[in-house]
């Protein structure tokens, strides 16, 4: 009961303050990237416009809300949400100078129904679709993947004729819904007929005395009507991060900005936490972390990209991906194959991970090579001794895996958690 109010008096200061001051909004949604996207996007506005975006993983029917309202989430601390409840309703009469110009908001998508709240507190003016897959997250909830995409494209269907669909060109099953929208449409990708379109893509490595060839980050092209912009994106890694800087170039065209300011706006970007961050591992080796979560299609670029990665040794430490119900074996499977075809050392953590190891086991990487835990407590110990100078470390699993705890044990600045991994805010330690 306590929750259907709060939930009903945010929705109703939400759609008040967006009647009042009538921000622009740019929605995003997808099953894989929307935070990186969000933050690109974020980054690459903000050079020309008064913009804010969500907080943490504010995408959800109380998170929307929170940040149209920029207020924080009070737990539950009733007296708190009163007084925001108040400063909420004393800021409809300031004036509209004071609130963002424009509104960058994540839209979650769990269950059926849930795009239809949030589109009824603020439809988007500018909607960007990041990924889906072929299996997307969250698919046990639905009947089947057509019903995770059938909630996702409602966002493209609120748009007016003036609104703009920033589609991936690259990713089918968000390109086949492009005729499902009235508004424009603009596409990015790597793929030749993208119109955002990201060219000469490579890995910069750089030479350490004791390492040897170590990443250095992401430098590419931007190639949009025959205008070609270089960028260089420092500790920025895979196609992932790629993906989420040509969908910002792209909102950023519809909003005139030029290229080379989105260029300037993207090669100061720092890769948000638990999202191919570059870290420093114990024994000189290095982490790549991208524990913020997983689902099939976020794992299958994160291996991607380490393949690519230059490193002494390949480790892969990966965690289960939750909420994929009939089809869980199938995608851990894939993983598996995926896997073996060039890690060095395997280390999965969960009952569903399993499914990783065995297929990786049957695909040729031997037994000697592969390392099961139930739990990631269990396999923090171990770790330690696994670990070898040059090695570069993958880590990865979903939310509910809490992964983020495998790399505090072997990064090499534990004391510098709460500053570079997710989930560190002290509700997650209860």
Known sequence: MAKYILQTLLAI????????????????TGSVGKTSTRETVFAVLKTKYRVRQAEKN??????LPLTILNIPHYGKNFLAWGWGFVLSAFSLIK????YPEILILEYGVDKPGDMDFLLNLAKPDIAVITAIGETPMHVENFKDPEGVISEKVKLIKCLGEDGY?????????????????????????????????AINYILKTTLDETLGEMPEGASFKINFKNKIIPVRMHGVLGKSN?????????????????LIKVSEALADLTPPAGRLRLLMGIKNSLILDDTYNAGPESTRLALETLKDAPGKRKIVILGDMLEL???TEAAHRSIGDQAAEFADILVTVGVRAKFISDEANLKGLDKSQIFIFDSTDSARGF???????????????SQGMRMEKIVEEI???PERAKELLVRQEEYWFH
């Open 13 to 28: 200061l939400a759609k008040l303050t967006i009647w009042r001051f009538n921000p622009k909004v740019i929605g995003i």
């Open 58 to 63: 504010y995408n959800n029917e109380i998170g």
């Open 95 to 98: 004036s509209k100078n004071s």
């Open 165 to 197: 669909a920033i589609l991936n060109h690259d990713d089918y099953v968000v390109y086949d819904i492009k005729n499902r929208t009235k508004g424009k449409v603009l596409t990015y990708g790597f793929e030749e007929n993208a119109e955002v379109k």
């Open 242 to 258: 790629i993906y989420a800087a040509l969908a910002a170039a792209a909102v950023g065209t519809v909003l005139d900005i030029n």
């Open 325 to 327: 119900g009939k089809y």
């Open 383 to 397: 770790l330690d001794q696994l670990i070898k100078e040059g090695d570069l470390i993958l880590v990865k699993g």
């Open 411 to 413: 990064m090499l600045n």
